[in-house]
């Protein structure tokens, strides 16, 4: 199986598995890194790697069955990010100074779970678009 025979939409899917990789060590140092405070924290850090795991299996099994599994799961992960950002929106008001700059500048991030979202929203469209 060469590259050359390989379509758009299928690189596009292992590029979303791979990039979840690196978003699941991001999401997983920064919520470690407050000691996983809230339960919620944990969707994302489980979810990650299942996307990752997931876009690689379809890449690699060419089956149909694997396409809606990946479908199925770049929806939870786009709903997943959504979720995260009402979270870290929260999360910056309820700072001292409420929605002040520099809580966004020392607050939770909250452009990472919008960044869950897209990458989701690229396997999606691969998968619509292919």
């Keep these: 199986m060469a590259w050359s ?3 758009l939409d299928r690189v596009v899917i292992l590029y979303v598995g791979l990039a979840y990789v690196f978003i699941w060590m991001q999401v997983t140092m920064s919520h470690y890194k407050i ?3 809230k339960k919620a924290m944990w969707g994302p850090v489980i979810l990650a790697p299942l996307i990752c ?9 060419n089956s149909k069955g694997w396409l ?3 479908q199925l799961f ?3 992960g786009t709903l997943e990010g959504l979720i995260g950002f009402f979270f870290h929106i929260r999360g910056v008001g ?3 100074g409420g ?3 520099r809580n966004f500048l020392t607050g939770p991030p909250v452009m990472m779970p919008l960044l869950f979202s ?9 998968v619509y678009g292919g």
Excluded: D
């Design 5 to 7: 025979y390989w379509s």
């Design 35 to 37: 000691n996983f405070y």
């Design 53 to 61: 795991l997931i876009s690689i299996l379809t890449v690699l099994l």
């Design 68 to 70: 809606f599994t990946a």
């Design 74 to 76: 770049y929806w939870f």
């Design 94 to 96: 309820q700072r001292v």
């Design 99 to 101: 929605y002040a700059l």
């Design 118 to 126: 897209a990458v989701s929203i690229l396997g999606l469209i691969a």
